[in-house]
């Protein structure tokens, strides 16, 4: 409950404007980024690798 309150909160705030999350590839970017996935439109989400410094467009996959 307490990481979607924080995820709602980041993409209200962010009020349709770009949200970009540092992904280092540990647990906590991990925990960030996967709530960010679940609630937020994958066009509205950018992640940058930490290590690489590389943005990538995130897409979600579509279930079938």
Excluded: H, M
């Excluded at 979607?4 to 991990?30: C, H, L, M, P, R």
């Excluded at 609630?39 to 509205?44: E, F, L, R, T």
């Excluded at 690798?49 to 995130?58: D, L, P």
């Amino acid at each position: 409950e307490l990481c979607y309150n924080s995820a709602n909160t980041i993409i209200e705030k962010a009020d349709n404007q770009f949200i970009y999350v540092t992904w280092s590839g540990g647990i906590d970017s991990t925990l960030v980024l996967a709530e960010l996935i679940k609630y937020a439109p994958a066009d509205q989400l950018t992640v940058c690798r930490a290590k690489e410094q590389k943005s990538i467009n995130w897409k979600r996959p579509v279930k079938k």
